[in-house]
Every structure is written in structure tokens, then in C-alpha cells.
Nanobody
């Protein structure tokens, strides 16, 4: 059974950087899609960035040019390098593993960007 554990969240000033890590275990498939989503109170969870087994990466318009998603070659971890952070990036960030119909979420890590 796939298990995901996020780390790397915290408090940073606007313009700063953070790097999130999602460590996966339990049989991660290279045929899956893994990615990062975020959620703020009262709002739906939204896509931040995803990466597939074939390599293509997908980013939300709001983070293009600032965030970079990457992964280890054996899919044991994915990362989200977040640069030039803005207060509107404040959210709980969740790691996601998807190989339909199977889907797993991590427990989330808080990112707070102060003005």
C-alpha cells in the first residue's frame, strides 16, 4: 500500500523560497502521476503541479515560472521547489499519488508566506 509523507513546509517572507519533499513507499509505480495540491480554509483543493511517468510536467498558471516539480529516478520521492513566494501561496500543501482507480494523499504540510 502506497504511503506518502510530506516535509519542508514552514514560515517564509514574501520573495523567499521553500522546498517541499514527498517521500513515498509501498510500491510506487512509474506508470502513476504524482503531484502537489494545496488548500486554504473554505476553498477547494487545487492543483499546483504534477509529473507523470513519461516525464511531462503540468503547472497551475499561478505558479508557472516560480515553482519547479521534480522527482527521483526511482520515484521514491518528489519535490516542489517554490521560489519568489507570495502571500497568496499560503496553504496546506498535499502530496498526491494517482494510478486510477487508486489514489493516495499525504497528510499535508503548512506553508505560510508573510507579507
Amino acid at each position: 500500500q502506497v504511503r506518502l509523507v510530506e516535509s519542508g513546509g514552514g514560515l517564509v517572507q514574501a520573495g523567499g523560497s521553500l522546498k517541499l519533499t514527498c517521500s513515498g513507499s509501498g510500491g510506487i509505480s512509474s506508470l502513476s502521476t504524482m503531484g502537489w495540491y494545496r488548500q486554504t480554509p473554505g476553498k477547494q483543493r487545487e492543483l499546483v503541479a504534477t509529473v507523470t511517468g513519461h516525464g511531462p510536467k503540468n503547472y497551475a498558471e499561478s505558479v508557472k515560472g516560480r515553482f519547479i516539480i521534480s522527482r527521483t529516478t526511482n520515484w521514491s520521492a518528489i519535490f516542489l521547489q517554490m521560489n519568489n513566494l507570495k502571500p497568496e501561496d499560503t496553504a496546506v500543501y498535499y502530496c498526491n499519488y494517482r494510478r486510477l482507480p487508486y489514489e493516495v494523499w499525504g497528510q499535508g504540510t503548512q506553508v505560510t508566506v508573510s507579507p
